[in-house]
């Protein structure tokens, strides 16, 4: 069993940018696959996005467990929030307390003017309630 986002508290978040299914070998590739779509959204640099991901995964595992990592990036010039939902299609191990592997990815972009205004949507994401996978 895998938590997911139920239907109320997902039609309550915005996501800008979904990956319904992204094939990785790696969370290193994860994150430059991603910065690949978001910047294209933001007019930032792709390799300087990638490696500012992975360098706050680094520091600050996002893994919240039941397969779920949220990671937060404040980014300068960025005019508003992005946010980016990214489920795995093959999970990757990330470190987080109870061993799971994680398969969906939330990625939480903030402009650095807007301080700690993200902490309400990490909140959001990370209180859902746990459902059973449909096997999709």
């Known amino acids: 069993m895998t938590a997911r986002l139920n239907s109320v508290e997902a039609s309550s978040l915005h996501f800008d ?3 319904p299914s992204l094939i990785a070998a790696n969370r290193k590739q994860v994150l430059r ?6 910047a294209k959204m933001i007019g930032i640099g792709e390799r300087i996005l990638g490696e500012r991901l992975s360098d706050k995964e680094k520091e600050s595992p996002g893994a ?46 903030t402009p650095e003017r807007e301080g700690a205004a993200y902490l309400r949507t990490m909140a959001r994401i990370s209180d859902r309630k746990p459902t059973e996978a449909s096997g999709e």
């Open 17 to 19: 940018i979904v990956i």
């Open 33 to 38: 696959l991603a910065a690949h779509e978001i």
């Open 64 to 109: 919240m467990g039941d397969g779920l990592s949220i990671t937060h990036l404040h980014i300068s010039g960025l005019q508003e929030s992005i946010n980016v939902f990214i489920r795995l299609k093959n999970p990757d191990y990330a470190g987080a307390a109870d061993n799971k592997d994680v398969d969906l990815i939330c990625l939480l972009l």
